[in-house]
C-alpha cells in the first residue's frame, strides 16, 4: 500500500505543474473564416457569451499570483472557442502574443476614438491593417496567458488621454456610438482618424514579446458621451 501511494503521488504532481505551463506556452492559431453576425444599431450586446462578469476590472486580488493589483478590463465568461464579436467598425492595429494577456486582438475604434483589446484567446481570425465591422468575429475564447480558465479579457482605453475606460459602462453606450456613426459627417471624419492612426501608429512590439504592453494605471475615464468626441 505505502509503495503504491509512494508512486502516484509525484504523478499527480508532475501532472499539476504540467498544466497551467502548457496553458502558458500555447500561442493559439489564426482562422482564416470571415463570419459576420448581423448586429442591430440598438441593442447593447457583449463581445462574447452572454456577458457575465467572472471579474470587474479595477483594483482585486489576482487569482494567479495572489497578490493586490489593478485589472485593466473585464474578464466575461466563456466556454473554449465561443466566438468573440467586434462591436464598434475599426481598424485591427495587433493581433498575437501579449505576455500576461495571451493571444489578443486590439482594434481601434476612430469613433468614439478608443482602443479595444480581447485577450486569453484560443484563435484569432483577423490579421493587422484589416478594417472590422460591427458583428464581426475577431477571434474565439481561450486561456491563454496568466488565466486560471477559459475567459475573455475586455479593456477599452480612450486613444486620446491613455486612460481605462469602465467596459461595462463603455458597452452600454455602444448603441449611442453606432446612431452618431450612422451620419456622413461621422463616416468623413473617421476616414481621417484612420489616415491620423495610420501616420501615427502606436510603437509595435515584438509579436512574441512577453510584455502585455498596456498603458500604466491611470484615473480611469467614463464612457465619451456620443456627442463629446470631436468630429
Ligand atoms: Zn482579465
Known amino acids: 500500500m505505502k509503495s503504491a501511494g509512494r508512486s502516484v503521488l509525484p504523478v499527480i504532481a508532475a501532472l499539476l505543474l504540467a498544466l ?19 448586429m442591430r444599431d440598438d441593442v447593447i450586446y457583449t463581445p462574447v457569451g452572454l456577458g457575465i462578469v467572472s471579474s470587474k476590472a479595477g483594483f482585486r486580488i489576482h487569482p494567479v499570483t495572489g497578490k493586490g493589483d489593478f485589472h485593466s478590463g473585464v474578464d466575461l465568461a466563456a ?52 478594417w472590422v465591422q ?56 473617421i476616414a481621417h482618424k484612420v489616415e491620423e492612426f495610420k501616420k501615427a501608429p502606436p510603437k509595435p512590439e515584438p509579436k512574441d514579446s512577453d510584455k502585455d504592453d498596456l498603458p500604466s494605471k491611470t484615473p480611469e475615464s467614463a464612457p465619451p458621451d456620443a456627442g463629446e468626441i470631436p468630429l
Request: contains cysteine.
Open 20 to 38: 497551467p505551463a502548457e496553458a502558458y506556452y500555447f500561442q493559439g492559431y489564426y482562422v482564416p473564416m470571415v463570419l459576420v453576425s448581423p
Open 79 to 130: 466556454r473554449l472557442n465561443d466566438k468573440v464579436y467586434n462591436l464598434l467598425p475599426g481598424l485591427v492595429t495587433r493581433v498575437g502574443w501579449r505576455g500576461n494577456l495571451g493571444v489578443a486582438v486590439e482594434i481601434y475604434c476612430p469613433y468614439p476614438n478608443v482602443r479595444i483589446i480581447c485577450g486569453h484567446l484560443n484563435a484569432y481570425s483577423v490579421q493587422p491593417g484589416m
Open 134 to 189: 460591427r458583428g464581426r468575429v475577431i477571434g474565439y475564447a481561450g486561456s491563454t496567458g496568466r488565466s486560471t480558465g477559459v475567459h475573455v479579457h475586455y479593456t477599452v482605453i480612450r486613444h486620446d488621454t491613455n486612460q481605462y475606460i469602465e467596459p461595462m459602462a463603455f458597452l452600454l453606450q455602444v448603441p449611442k456610438y453606432m446612431t452618431a456613426l450612422r451620419t456622413s459627417q461621422a463616416q468623413q471624419a
